[in-house]
DNA sequence: CTGAAAGCGCTTACAG
DNA sequence: CTGAAAGCGCTTACAG
C-alpha cells in the first residue's frame, strides 16, 4: 500500500510537497506537481482517510442516529436515510449508520471516541433525551424534527402544523364539516414523537376554527386490528364526508377498505393525505396529499450540519420548511 | 478532550502501561489499574478511534455498499440494512452507508483511502461489476446475495432457487395445475439481479417437472400499470386456481385487487409467496408464504465478513439458507 | 517554491 | 510488572 512517503520518495520531493500538491493550500510549481501526478498515478496512491483525519482533527464523517420506534412505520424512514447519505456525499461527508437501539448511548459512543465531526437524528421527540448527549459532544449535532424548548441544537423539519392547517382547510374550504382524522397508533403518541403531535395538534385546531367536527382515529400497528378500526369509523354512519388520513400505514390499506365497502373516491368520500411523491408511487395511492419532501428536509439538515462544523459559532437555527399540497383529485366540494 | 499521555500523567504511569491496561493485552498491576481507572473516570477519557486505527492497521468499520437498482422495492431492502447494521455493532463494527450511485466507486473510494476493514454488497446482480472492485481491494468483502461464476468472494443468501421449488411443490401437491406467477417487472431482470432470475427459474423448471401450466406476469414499477398487468391476468378466464407472487409490491396491492373481483382468497384462489414476516406485519399479507428471514442473511453476511477480515486465508464459501414455508392458509386443495 | 521536523493519539516491540 | 522510544500516515508551522 502506497503511502506519502512512497510517492515523495518516487518523485524525488519531500512529504511536505506532496501534501501540499495535494492539498492544494501552498503554490507548487508545475514541473514538481506533474512529477508527483506521475507517482500517484504510478503507486496508485490514495490518502489514508484516517491519518488524515488524525492530522487534521476532521472526520469527513456524520454519524446518521437511526433509533427507531418500535412501531413506526419503516418504508417511509428509509427515505431520510438514503437522502441524508446522498448530500452528505455530495458536500464530501461519509455517512456512519448507528443504530444503537439506546440512541444516546450510540451518540456518546460514536461522538466520544472522534469518530465523526457531527451527527443527525431521526425520529425526533418534543422532549428528546438525545439532546443532552448533542449538546455534552465535542461534536455538533442537528435534528431532522422539531424538538420543544430546543434553542440549542439546529434543527430542520417540514412545517407540519401548517401542513394539517392546510389539509383542514382544503376540506373546509369544499364544505365540508365532518371529518374523519386517521393519525398514528398511541403508541407513537406515547412515544412522544414531534411529527405524530404537531400536526394532530393543528388539526384539532384548525378543525375547531372551521367549525369542522372531527372524529379521531388511532390506527393501529397490526393489520388485523387496523382494519377494524378503520372500517368502524367508515361504517358509523355519522355522516362523515371526508377522511384526513396521517398514519402512512392506514394509507396503503385505505384501497382496499374502500373498495370492500364500495366506497368511491371522491365520489362518495374525499380524501386527503400527507405523503412523499415516491412512497405514493411505490404503492398506489392517488391522494390529493401535502408533500413532506424528504429529500428536501434531508439536504438541508445535512447542509445545517456542515455549516455549524465550519463555523461552531453561527446563530441556532430552526427551519420548517414550507409544505405543498399536491392535487390529486380526490377531494369534492360538498 | 483527555488522550492517552493525560491519563498517563494523572494516573503516574508511561502510556504504554495505560495502553495496555485498556488493551488487556499485558498485566497491569491492580493497584496501577486503580490508578488508571481513577484516572480515566476523573477525566472521562476515550480512546480516539482514528489514532487507534492507524496505530492497528483496523478501522472496525465495515462498508455497507447499498448501491440500489433504480425499480427495486425500497421497503424490503430496508430490512437488510437495518439487520447488518445491527449485527455489525454486536461484533463490534461501526457502518459505513456507501450510496454512491456507481456502487464500484463507491467501493474503490472506501477501501483505497482505508475507510472500511471490509465490505458487505447489497443487491448482488448474477455478473455484478462489483465483484472485480472488491477483488482488487485490500480488504475483503462478502456479498448478501449469489452471483454467478463466483469463487473468490464470500457470499449468502436464502436459497431463492429452493424457494421456488418449494411454493411451487406446495400448490401442485394440492392440485393446482394452472397457476399465474407474478415476478418482479422486466427492468429488475435486465438489471440482472440475482435473487429475480433463481427463483424465476426455478419456479419454471419445477413447474414443467409437475405438469403445471404457468401464466407468467411481470409486474410493472408503476402502480396503474401494474393494476392493468395484475388485472388481465386474473380476468383472463383461463381457468387459473393458483398465485404465485414474487415481487413484494404486487403482493401490497394484491388485496385491493381480489377484492374488486370479489375473488375470495382460498376459496376462489389459492395464494402463494415470498416475503419476511416483519413485512408481512406492516401491510395486511395473511398468505402462506416462503420466509426469507432477511435478518438470518444479513446476520450470517456480517459473521462471515468478520471471520474473513480475521483470517484472510479461510475457505471461500457460499451458503445458501434454507427456507422455510409459513402455512398461513391461503390455499386450498383442488 | 521547497524541505526537515514536530505533532495528531494511539500501539507495540524492546529493554529492564 | 513497567517505561522509553519508535512507528502508523498524514499535515503544518518554521525556516530557507
Not at 493550500?25 to 500517484?40: D, G, H, L, Y
Not at 465523526?116 to 465535542?138: F, P, Q, T
Not at 372531527?214 to 378500526?229: F, G, H, N, Q, S
Request: aromatic residues 6%; charged residues 25%; without cysteine.
Amino acid at each position: 500500500m502506497a503511502t506519502i512517503s512512497d510517492v515523495a520518495e518516487y518523485a524525488g520531493v519531500a512529504r511536505s510537497t506532496v501534501s501540499h500538491a495535494l492539498s492544494g493550500k501552498r503554490p507548487v510549481s508545475s514541473a514538481t506537481r506533474e512529477r508527483i501526478n506521475e507517482a500517484i498515478a504510478a503507486l496508485r496512491f490514495t490518502a489514508n482517510a484516517g491519518a488524515k483525519a488524525l492530522a487534521l482533527a476532521k472526520t469527513s464523517t456524520m454519524g446518521l442516529i437511526v433509533s427507531y420506534a418500535p412501531d413506526e412505520f419503516a418504508p417511509a424512514r428509509m427515505q431520510y436515510v438514503l437522502a441524508v447519505s446522498e448530500v452528505a456525499r455530495d458536500l464530501e461527508y461519509d455517512v456512519l449508520m448507528v443504530t444503537d437501539a439506546d440512541g444516546t448511548a450510540g451518540i456518546r459512543r460514536v461522538t466520544e471516541s472522534n469518530r465523526v465531526d457531527g451527527v443527525v437524528l431521526l425520529s425526533i421527540k418534543r422532549h428528546d433525551d438525545r439532546l443532552a448527549s448533542v449538546l455534552a459532544a465535542r461534536q455538533p449535532g442537528v435534528l431532522l424534527g422539531i424538538a420543544e424548548d430546543n434553542d440549542v441544537v439546529d434543527s430542520v423539519d417540514t412545517d407540519f402544523a401548517e401542513a394539517g392547517r392546510m389539509l383542514v382547510r382544503h376540506l373546509a374550504d369544499q364544505g365540508h364539516r365532518r371529518v374523519i382524522f386517521v393519525t398514528f397508533p398511541e403508541q407513537l403518541f406515547a412515544q412522544d414523537l414531534g411529527y405524530v403531535w404537531r400536526l394532530r395538534d393543528s388539526v384539532i385546531d384548525e378543525a375547531a376554527k372551521r367549525g369542522v367536527t372531527l372524529t379521531i382515529v388511532y390506527d393501529d400497528a397490526k393489520p388485523a386490528a387496523r382494519a377494524e378500526v378503520l372500517g368502524k369509523a367508515l361504517d358509523d354512519g355519522s355522516g362523515n364526508t371526508a377522511l384526513l388520513v396521517h398514519s402512512a400505514a392506514a394509507l396503503v390499506d385505505l384501497p382496499l377498505l374502500l373498495s370492500e365497502r364500495g366506497i368511491s373516491v371522491p365520489r362518495d368520500l374525499s380524501v386527503v393525505s400527507l405523503f412523499g411523491e415516491e412512497f405514493g408511487a411505490m404503492f398506489s395511492l392517488p391522494f390529493t396529499a401535502i408533500e413532506p419532501a424528504p429529500e428536501v428536509v434531508a439536504a438541508r439538515a445535512v447542509e445545517l450540519l456542515a455549516a455549524r462544523i465550519a463555523d461552531p459559532s453561527r446563530p441556532i437555527v430552526r427551519e420548517l420548511i414550507e409544505p405543498v399540497l399536491i392535487d390529486r383529485g380526490s377531494t369534492r366540494a360538498i
